[in-house]
Each structure stands twice: as structure tokens, then as C-alpha cells.
């Protein structure tokens, strides 16, 4: 071998020119190795995620460059890689696979894979001693982190070429959580940013939420969320699983809370928040996964619907499966499973409930495990309310199924049709202990159920996904098969008509002006006779502060008035709350349920009325520039003016915003005096590129998590 020959000539076998002072039987060793990341991670819709790191989606190939200490004989030299995932590789349960890599030549490459679990690998061009190789993985792959060898050489050399992550792909057609629509992808896949919808059916607020599922870490931190699932059993079936949307969202509906498996968030409704974070004032799902990872697995405090839902949302979104926020309002909580949520007046305690709203999220997958078509949106709710197969979660139940009362189909079908759908029944209980029923009302659960619609910021009603127009029919029909799949047919209750006439005495709240946290509250009561009849009655007025779960929280107010009805006439009774009355019993929630009971001195039937009022609390006011410059700063101004008489004290104004600060930044003051304005500026350096939304939240002690947000394009 002549060493200080330089010169270069065709390989006899690839047509390649190189350097001829290596000799063509050195073993073949890989000596540099390139995974391309930003131009996969930007061709597989990662490169928000990282630049730096291989992170690709399921079934779409992509490529890695291998540098060899001597020139590739393409026909000749041989390649094998070998991808493995999770605590025991196997080719049999498709979290290992050998593949033979395939010359350009060749249509199919070879690879010793079972179960269709086929990864591939291909030449895509070589250049002397730099091959690039096209590897392909199936749209069934477990998700995941993944380890890459290239086998090289006789006796065959391993070269560990390092790790990548895989993910579910919403954008290849055989994958189970496919989309068709492109604007569908970027709302449900690609936004960082949302709106969830809270008050009640009548009085529906948006709320800002940043989701950040691309924001530093949060990759890591939802893969670790899976390998740190306490109650995944055996750790190999649990890995080999991953395949399925189903088990992973299953999954996650119970690691987001922390009840039964060191999860996220601990959720609390009783008020005291003292020693965590008041659930009204999250904003953001990327500030309590960071906690959560932080603190290993110690939950966050505090959660309630929307925030677990808001942070399930964004993990599902984070590993590729489209997903949603949905808001049904009032949501009925069934504890029995008869479909009938029962109310006692006079005694009874009842475990039923009417949620104002409860907040849960729909994931979108294929159910090939089920034999029908109800594949589309799915229900997973992470908020903790009743086990499922031992744990507190719920779904995926796919929303078709709740939508034609099939309640038999996995999973927890029965509870959420309850939820939209259960019929309410009052109850009197009577002196001997014996209950009267008072009123039915088929129509007053399952309201305006919302999310937020494709590409804007607006609301979306999904009501008609969920059950057919109440008082129709097939609404009806779909019930009643509800109710005999769920008791079995001999419980089923007759099917009760909506009454054509109007009821002997009616009753009905009339506002007198807009509900304002800090201003008296006016209403009056309408009792109207549509009999020929006098009535004599007892009418008792009562207001409550109730949590948004329906569960009342103080009184406000008690009125008792003995009404005597003419036939056909109208009576009024005017009702008062001042805000002195109010205003420390409202602290935990701005939700007053007026309730009015008109009780015959002669007996016979009880009339009863129920008006849920939201109080409107002044807003928060944010001014910023609508376009700016990636890494250039701008000002972003917040003003708040007191509207009540008195000073506020601990005012605090938060600002989040994925893309627009690495982490929250706050600012306080200790008072601001009765009519003053509070302004606040902040500096906001935007580090990455695209529609953006910054949230801000207003809190003191006497208002709670007032929240406005602008959206802002980062040019």
C-alpha cells in the first residue's frame, strides 16, 4: 500500500470514486452517524418540540446519514438495524425489529418482524463512505423512546447510534388516530393554545387556557408519565400496549389525577385551598406538569374539571392524539346508575347532583377494539368521580354510542350518557317519611355542551353529537333503551309526556337588573294563577352561593310569604340581596341558585322553581401589539380599575403564554383604593415563532382569577 497515494478511482463494485488506500476487506465500522432531526423533525411535524432531537411519528419514513471508516460497496457490504423499545425487546410482541436494509435496487426490504409489525429500512444514496438510509416504522408501532444499532461487518460489529422518540401520527391514513382535515390537524394536533368554556348554560364564559404540549420538557415528562404509571402491572404487556390510543388515553384519564396512582393533580372542592394553588388560577398545563416531574411524582394541588381536563388535553395532544376540551352544562352526576338524578325537599340527603358544567375531553382514534362503527370521538374525562375497573377514570367512550343510548359498549358508556341525558326527578319527603315526587324534568340535563371551534375563537355546540333534540321522539326511544340496558327491562319507568297544559300555578324569577359581583342583586318571583281556582300558599325564597358541582356553600338569603291567589291573576314578590350580604360568601364561587316553593295550605301538588345566576365580576384589560419580532421585546400593559367602595389588598397580575415566556411572571401590590386604576406593564420576549396567545389573570381578595388574553403573531 503506497500511503501518500491520494488519488481516487471507481470502485469496481458501487461506481463510487473514494480512496483507494483503505483496503476493500477492512471490517466495515460506523465512525460518525447523523439523524437529521431538524429535517425529519420538520417533515414529521416535531421540530416545534426540538430541533436537536430525533423525534418522528409512526408509519412515515425517515432518514439517517452513517459515515464509515472506509467507502460503502453497495451489493456487497451489508447493513442491519435493529430498533428496540421498552423493558424487554422482543420481535415477537413488535418492540423489537432487524432490519435488513435494502439496496436501492431492491423494492421491498427484508425484515425479521411478526404480527405486521414491519419497520423497513432502504438506501436512499451513497457518496464514497456516506450512506443515507430511508427507515420506515409501522403505523401500529408502540410510542415511545427507542434505541437504534446498525449491525455491521463479518463477524458483525453493533454501533449504537443513540435514541429517538415515536409518536402517534394523525397525519398517515392507517394510523389509528388519522384526521382528514388539515385545519383539524393544526386545531386539534398543532395548537398550543385553547379556550375552555365554564358559568352555566344560560351565562357561558370563555376562558384562556395555554396547553404548551411542545414547550421544554413536556415530551419527556408525558413519556415518563407512562413508564411511572404505578398500576401499569406488568411492565412488558404495559410497553407492548402502547400500540393502542385506547390503553394510552385509559392510561392518562387516571394518571392526571392523583387518587389512586401518584398522578398530576389533587383535586379539592371544599374551598381551602391554603395550601396549594386555587384551581382558578392555572392558566397554563405546562407549569403543573413541570411541578409534578419536579416533585417525582407528588401531586400538584389544586385541580378541578377544566384544569384536569386542560392538562389531559394537552398530553394526549403532545403524543399525537388529536384532542379537545368539551363543557357540557348541566352535567349530571348519576352515583346510583339509574339515569334519574333525584333531589329531596325536606330531609333526604341525595348523592345525585347537577353540575353548573363539568369539563372532560374528547380524543379522536379508531376503536378497532370494538365490533360496530364507533370510531371518532371518544370521551376521557380525568376528573375523579367514580372507578372504573378500580381506578378513578373514565373512557375512552366513544361518543357515538352515547349518542344512541348503547351503553353496553366499553368504556363507562352508562355514566357519561347519564351526564348529558339522565332525566331530574324532585322529591317531597312527608311528615309519615314517605316521598311525593314533585316535579320530572326530562329536559334540564345535557346543555349547550361547547368547545372551541376549528380555527377561531369562538364556541362550538356539540349538543346534537351527544343526544337528539330533547322532547323529541327519538330522544325518548334512545332513553328508555338506555334505561333497560342499564336495569334491565323490567325497571324501565313509564315514559313520562311533557304536559301540554300549563301547571295550576306557576312560578318563574324575573331579573330586575344585570347580576354585578359588587352591587345588590335585584330579582323579583312571578306567581301566576292558570286555574279558575283560589290558592292559598306558603311561598319560601331562598338564595345560595353554590359550587359550580351544584353543592350549596352558604346562604344568602331566606323569604317566606303567605300568597293568596286570585283565578288567573299575577302576584310579585320582590327580592333583594345587598352586596354586604354577599360578598364574603361568594369568595369560593360567584354562582347564586335562587330557589322557590310554593307549598298548597290546603295540600295537593308543590310547585317549585330553580334559577341559577352568575355574577359578573369587572374586567381585566390587556393591551399589546398584535405582531411582533421573534427574540425582540414588547410591552404588554394590563389595567384593572376597582368598581367597589372599598380598597382590594393582595392584588397579583399573572401572564403565561407558550412561545412568549419560558415561565409565568407575575407582579403584585398590596392595595388598590375604591374607583382607582391598577396598570401593570410587563416585558415579553418572544422565543419561538407563530400564533401565539398571552393569558393574563387578575387576582385579590375579593376577586378571583379574572382572566383576558390577546393573541399575538411572532413574525
Known amino acids: ?14 461506481g463510487s470514486t473514494g480512496p483507494t488506500n483503505i483496503p476493500s476487506t477492512m471490517s466495515l465500522t460506523v465512525v460518525q452517524h447523523e439523524f437529521n432531526s431538524r429535517n425529519n423533525n420538520k417533515a414529521h411535524r416535531t421540530d416545534e418540540i426540538s430541533k436537536e432531537r430525533l423525534i418522528v411519528r409512526r408509519g412515515q419514513v425517515f432518514s439517517i446519514t452513517l459515515c464509515f471508516n472506509r467507502t460503502f460497496r453497495q451489493g456487497f457490504d451489508k447493513l442491519q438495524l435493529t430498533v428496540e423499545t421498552g423493558p424487554q425487546p422482543s420481535v415477537s410482541d413488535g418492540t423489537q425489529s432487524v432490519i435488513d436494509v435494502a439496496s436501492v435496487e431492491e423494492t ?18 451513497t457518496q464514497q463512505n456516506e450512506v443515507t438510509l430511508a427507515v420506515s416504522s409501522p403505523s401500529d408501532a408502540c410510542i415511545g423512546t427507542y434505541t437504534l444499532t446498525v449491525q455491521t461487518g463479518t463477524p458483525p460489529t453493533n454501533n449504537k447510534m443513540g435514541s429517538f422518540i415515536l409518536l402517534f401520527n394523525p397525519w398517515c391514513s392507517e394510523d389509528e388516530v388519522f384526521l382528514h382535515q388539515e385545519d383539524e390537524w393544526q386545531e386539534y394536533v398543532m395548537n398550543e393554545h385553547g379556550l375552555l368554556y ?38 412488558v404487556k404495559d410497553c407492548v400496549a402502547r400500540s393502542s390510543p385506547v390503553y394510552i388515553s385509559r392510561v392518562l384519564s387516571a394518571m392526571i389525577n392523583c387518587n389512586d396512582d401518584s398522578g398530576v393533580l389533587v383535586g379539592c372542592w371544599d374551598g381551602d385551598y391554603s395550601d396549594g394553588v386555587h384551581p382558578g388560577k392555572w392558566s397554563d398545563s405546562v407549569e403543573i406538569l413541570q411541578k409534578w416531574y419536579k416533585q417525582q411524582g407528588k401531586g400538584v394541588k389544586y385541580g378541578q374539571c377544566w384544569v384536569f381536563a386542560a392538562v389531559l388535553c394537552t398530553v394526549l395532544r403532545c403524543l399525537g392524539i388529536p384532542a379537545r376540551v368539551i363543557t357540557n352544562f348541566a352535567s349530571a352526576h348519576d352515583s ?27 380524543a379522536w382514534m379508531r376503536r378497532s377494539d370494538l365490533s360496530g362503527d364507533y370510531g371518532g370521538w371518544q370521551v376521557v374525562d380525568a376528573t375523579p368521580q367514580e372507578s372504573s375497573e378500580g381506578l378513578m377514570r373514565c373512557g375512552p367512550a366513544p361518543v357515538k354510542a352515547i349518542l344512541e343510548g348503547h351503553t353496553k359498549v366499553k368504556y363507562d358508556v352508562p355514566f357519561v350518557f347519564a351526564e348529558v341525558n339522565a332525566d331530574e326527578v324532585t322529591w317531597a319527603i312527608q311528615p309519615d317519611g314517605s316521598k311525593r315526587k314533585v316535579m320530572s324534568n326530562p329536559r334540564s340535563v345535557g346543555m349547550n355542551i361547547s368547545t372551541k371551534a376549528v380555527g377561531k375563537n369562538e364556541r362550538q355546540d356539540v349538543t346534537n353529537n351527544y343526544k337528539y333534540p330533547e322532547g323529541s321522539a327519538k330522544e325518548r326511544q334512545v332513553y328508555e333503551l338506555a334505561v333497560k340496558e342499564i336495569c334491565g327491562s323490567s325497571t324501565v319507568p313509564k315514559l313520562e309526556p311533557r304536559p301540554e297544559k300549563p301547571l295550576a300555578v306557576e312560578l318563574k324569577f324575573v331579573q330586575g337588573s344585570k347580576p354585578i359581583n359588587g352591587q345588590d342583586i335585584v330579582f323579583s318571583l312571578s306567581v301566576r294563577s292558570n286555574s279558575p281556582t283560589v290558592h292559598s300558599l306558603k311561598v319560601t325564597i331562598t338564595a345560595h352561593s353554590i359550587w359550580f358541582n351544584g353543592l350549596a356553600l352558604a346562604e344568602l338569603l331566606r323569604k317566606e310569604e303567605d300568597v293568596k291567589l286570585q283565578p288567573n291573576t299575577e302576584v310579585t314578590i320582590a327580592i333583594l340581596i345587598p352586596y354586604s350580604q354577599y360578598k364574603w360568601k361568594t369568595q369560593a364561587s360567584t354562582t347564586i341558585r335562587l330557589q322557590a316553593m310554593a307549598v298548597p295550605s290546603s295540600g295537593g301538588d308543590t310547585f317549585l322553581e330553580k334559577k341559577n345566576i352568575k355574577l359578573e365580576s369587572p374586567a381585566l384589560t390587556m393591551i399589546t401589539p398584535k405582531i411582533c419580532k421573534l427574540n ?68 385579590c381578595n375579593l376577586f378571583k382569577n379574572i382572566k383576558t388574553f390577546q393573541d399575538i403573531t411572532v413574525n
Open 632 to 699: 425582540h421585546d414588547f410591552t404588554a400593559e394590563l389595567v384593572f380599575e376597582n368598581p367597589l367602595p372599598e380598597p382590594l389588598k393582595d392584588c397579583s397580575i399573572t401572564l403565561t403564554g407558550a412561545g412568549l415566556l419560558e415561565k409565568p411572571c407575575s407582579a403584585r401590590t398590596a392595595s388598590l383604593d375604591p374607583k382607582k386604576k391598577l396598570i401593570m406593564k410587563f416585558k415579553v420576549k418572544p422565543y419561538r415563532a407563530g400564533s401565539r396567545k398571552l393569558v393574563a389573570n387578575f387576582h
Open 336 to 362: 346510583d346508575g339509574n339515569l334519574s338524578i333525584d333531589t329531596y325537599i325536606g330531609g333526604t340527603e341525595s348523592s345525585d347532583s347537577i353540575w353548573n358544567f363539568h369539563v372532560w375531553v374528547e
Open 1 to 14: 500500500l503506497n500511503i501518500s497515494d491520494n488519488s481516487s478511482s471507481a470502485d469496481p463494485l458501487t
Open 198 to 235: 365554564r358559568g352555566q348554560h344560560d351565562a357561558i364564559s370563555a376562558v384562556p387556557w395555554t396547553f404548551g404540549q411542545f414547550e421544554k420538557d413536556i415530551v419527556d415528562i408525558c413519556l415518563w408519565m407512562l413508564d411511572f404509571n404505578p398500576k401499569k402491572g406488568n411492565p
Open 108 to 125: 421491498q426490504p427484508s425484515v425479521s418482524t411478526t404480527k405486521s409489525k414491519s419497520w423497513g429500512g432502504t438506501i436512499q444514496s
